[in-house]
T-cell receptor, first 112, second 112 residues
Framework: KNEVEQSPQNLTAQEGEFITINCSYS?????LHWLQQHPGGGIVSLFM???GKKKHGRLIATINIQEKHSSLHITASHPRDSAVYIC??????????????FGKGTKLSVKP | SQTIHQWPATLVQPVGSPLSLECTVE??????LYWYRQAAGRGLQLLFY??????ISSEVPQNLSASRPQDRQFILSSKKLLLSDSGFYLC???????????FGQGTRLTVV
């Protein structure tokens, strides 16, 4: 079982829809990242969370530390939101100095 | 402000040829540096990390090596590429193990 699980793997939505992407993890973490990977491959960090909720424009990220679960919401989705969204956690444990453990990503396609 | 540069963006190399991918960071000193790889259909996986000049740790055995000749330069190399080395390679940095991570644009490597 992967330490970071995302759902759904693929998501198709109509422009304007409210979108939710989920991330569950099984390790103790110091932080959780939501990343956006565009078709060309470049990755942009959207949020880093250790508790509660963050909002940036139409994007909202929440985390529940007790349940080891985070969600990324996109309100009023737009075709330019089409990308792969990746959840990554920074584990407390292990020998690596702060490396991230990544989910496999959720591929979002927003149709006009 | 801090920036990270990674090049080249795409690369097609024959089996058995050498590889050198370079990553440089600006605007910070003594960053933690990371090389990740994303194979087809899989999440990003940590290959190497470095906490200082000349200090390299490897997470998985492979056909690749990494070097950090300068504080803000991280190089991924191979003497002889294999078909299985194809994938998306991503450089990242963070100030320490708990702060936000920042990502390069990535290199899509195809070994033919």
């Amino acid at each position: 079982k992967n330490e970071v699980e995302q759902s759904p793997q693929n998501l198709t939505a109509q422009e304007g829809e409210f979108i939710t992407i989920n991330c569950s993890y099984s390790v103790g973490i110091s932080a959780l990242h939501w990343l956006q990977q565009h078709p060309g491959g470049g990755i942009v960090s959207l949020f880093m969370l250790s508790s509660g909720k963050k909002k940036h424009g139409r994007l909202i990220a929440t985390i529940n530390i007790q349940e080891k679960h985070s969600s990324l919401h996109i309100t009023a989705s737009h075709p330019r939101d089409s990308a792969v969204y990746i959840c990554a956690v920074r584990s407390y444990y292990g020998g690596s100095q702060g490396n991230l453990i990544f989910g496999k990503g959720t591929k979002l396609s927003v149709k006009p | 402000s801090q920036t990270i540069h990674q090049w080249p963006a795409t690369l097609v190399q024959p089996v058995g040829s050498p590889l050198s991918l370079e990553c440089t960071v600006e605007g910070t000193s003594n960053p933690n540096l990371y090389w990740y790889r994303q194979a087809a259909g899989r999440g990003l996986q940590l290959l190497f990390y470095s906490v200082g000049i000349g200090q390299i740790s490897s997470e998985v055995p492979q056909n690749l090596s990494a070097s950090r000749p300068q504080d803000r330069q991280f190089i991924l190399s191979s003497k002889k590429l294999l078909l299985s080395d194809s994938g998306f390679y991503l450089c990242a940095w963070s100030e320490d193990r708990v702060t936000e991570a920042f990502f390069g644009q990535g290199t899509r490597l195809t070994v033919v």
